[in-house]
Each structure stands twice: as C-alpha cells, then as structure tokens.
C-alpha cells in the first residue's frame, strides 16, 4: 500500500467500507464460467470462452446460466431454468476455489482498513452461503463484520436495499459508508442509497467500468485506502446515541 501520512486516514474511523465479491475482491471467473462450460458439455455444447463469459458474471449464477446459453444459441426455456441452477450449484460448490485467486493487494487493503478503524462488508448477488465458503476456502471471511448475499436481503442489488442491509448487518451507519464493486448492479445500488463508489477496473462487467460514474477509479487495491478516505472525508460524523 501506498504510504499516506495517519492524519490521511482518520475519515475512516467509524466508516463501513462494503465490496462486491466476484470480480472485486476475488476473481472467481475461471471457477463460475468452469461450471458454465460444465452444463454446456452436458448438454452436447461447446464450451465458451473464458474472456467472452467473463462480462456475464456478476448478477448472479442465474442470469450466468441463462447469459451464457443464449450465447451459445441455445436460449433456456423457462421450465428447465431451475434444474440447470440446481446442477450448477452442485457443480460449483466443489470447486469454488480451484482456481480463484483474491486480487493483488486485497489482503493488505483490507487490513489498512481494519487499522484505521473501519468496519468491513460483503454485498454480494452470490448466495450467502457460497460467499462465505469462497471467502473462507481463501482464508480471509473472518476479515468482514458481515457477508450479505442476494438471498439475506431484502432484494438483490441493483435495489439499494442489499447494500443497506450489508451496512446495517456490519453494525454501520448509511451516511459513513463507501461501496466498492465492478459492475453496473454495484454502481446501481449505490447510486440509488446516496453511498460513494469506488469501482475496480478489472472486475466483471459488459459496460466498461470508466463509464459507470464511479466516485473514483482504481486500477489496483495499493489506491483503495487513500480513496475511501478521501470519498469520507466530507461525511458526517455520526453523533454518539446519549
């Protein structure tokens, strides 16, 4: 990490700093498009490319499936969506990590974070459970205050309820958070909840992550810290409740 001088960092005392999973703190695509490819062969398709599924990832392991067989020409009707969600996640759970790598710097960001006083959040469209196998196969899910997928809140994001209840779950408070994510349903929610926004340039997304309106840009997790700190400065402190 960059070094910044201790005053930099006090906004982030008290804050709740939230992240997207998949494609920001981790990259899970050659384990999510390998299960892909996997119900793809099962059904006599060709597999797609990694580079080409890639984008398709981020509103969680459903639309993935119907994304990613559309693709291919060979759309999924409605009556057989649930049997190839059930077999993907089946598939997926045992190998939800053999090949997902967290990002550079995540590790370090994440504990300047903790440092300075900031409270940690996953908001996630992957399933709560999955999330916290992922993070704990990896070995850093006792990093995070709360791990909130889209099936422990109140509606997936883009709805800013999920980033909400992500900040409430970590015992935060609204109006001292920042979101951090890849994508346009990351971008969505915290747009909609009045939260600053930090977006990653290598994550998963169609829309290039230039074009979302971030707060700021980051091309690597050594320029997190500073960005968050800077995104809270201008926010308020909370009083204490008497």
Do not use: W
């Amino acid at each position: 990490m960059s070094t910044s001088p201790a005053g930099d960092l006090a906004p982030l005392s008290g804050s709740t700093i939230v992240f997207d999973l998949d494609g920001t703190l981790v990259d899970s695509a050659p384990d999510l498009v390998g299960t892909l490819n996997f119900l793809l062969a099962q059904e006599g398709i060709a597999p797609l490319p990694l580079d080409e599924a890639r984008p398709m990832i981020g509103r969680g392991a459903r639309a993935l499936i119907l994304q990613g067989f559309a693709a291919v020409g060979a759309p999924v009707p409605e009556d057989r969506i649930d049997a190839l969600f059930d077999r993907f996640i089946a598939h997926y759970e045992g190998r939800i990590a053999d090949e997902s790598r967290i990002f550079p710097g995540v590790l370090e960001a994440l504990d300047a974070l903790k440092a300075a006083g900031a409270r940690l959040a996953v908001c996630t469209n992957k399933r709560t459970g999955l999330s916290v196998q992922l993070l704990e196969t990896l070995g850093f899910a006792a990093l995070f205050d709360a791990i909130v997928g889209a099936d422990s809140a109140p509606a997936a994001k883009p709805d800013p309820r999920h980033l909400t209840a992500a900040i409430a779950q970590a015992g935060g408070d609204v109006r001292r958070a920042v979101m951090v994510g890849d994508s346009i349903s990351d971008a969505g929610a915290a747009r909609a909840a009045r939260t600053p926004l930090v977006l990653v340039s290598f994550g998963y997304t169609e829309t290039p992550a230039a074009e979302l309106g971030a707060d700021i840009l980051i091309d690597h997790y050594d320029e997190l810290v500073g960005a968050c700190a800077s995104l809270l400065a201008p926010c308020p402190t909370p009083l204490k409740a008497l």
